[in-house]
Nanobody
Framework: QVQLVESGGGLVQAGKNLTLSCASSGTVFSLFAMGWYRQAPGKERELVACIPSGGMPNYAESVKGRFTVSRDNAKNTVYLQMNSLKLEDTAAYYC??????????????WGQGTQVTVSS
C-alpha cells in the first residue's frame, strides 16, 4: 500500500507564495507520474499539475505561469511551488500517484489533502 503525505498548506495572503510537498512511501517512485489536484467547496476535484516519470509536466490553464511542479526521486517527494496566489486558488490540495509513468493513465493513490487558503 502506497501512502502519500502532503505538507505545506496554510493561510497566505494574495500575491504571496507557498510550496506544497508530498512524500511517498513505497519503492520505484521514479517510475510513476505524480500529480496535484485541488477541490474547492462545492466544486469538483480538478487537476492542477502532473509530472510524468519522464518528460515535461502539464498544468491547468488557470495556474500556468504561476505554479511549478517538480519531483525529487531520491527523496520520493513531489513539490508544488505556487507563486502569486489568488483568492480562487483556495482549496484542499491533494497529491496523487498515477498508475503508470504518464499522466493519462489515471490515479492509483491519493493523499489525505492539505488546505490552502488565500486571503485578501
Amino acid at each position: 500500500q502506497v501512502q502519500l503525505v502532503e505538507s505545506g498548506g496554510g493561510l497566505v495572503q494574495a500575491g504571496k507564495n507557498l510550496t506544497l510537498s508530498c512524500a511517498s512511501s513505497g519503492t520505484v517512485f521514479s517510475l510513476f507520474a505524480m500529480g496535484w489536484y485541488r477541490q474547492a467547496p462545492g466544486k469538483e476535484r480538478e487537476l492542477v499539475a502532473c509530472i510524468p516519470s519522464g518528460g515535461m509536466p502539464n498544468y491547468a490553464e488557470s495556474v500556468k505561469g504561476r505554479f511549478t511542479v517538480s519531483r525529487d526521486n531520491a527523496k520520493n517527494t513531489v513539490y508544488l511551488q505556487m507563486n502569486s496566489l489568488k483568492l480562487e486558488d483556495t482549496a484542499a490540495y491533494y497529491c496523487a500517484r498515477y498508475r503508470g509513468g504518464h499522466c493519462l493513465i489515471g490515479v492509483g493513490y491519493w493523499g489525505q489533502g492539505t488546505q490552502v487558503t488565500v486571503s485578501s
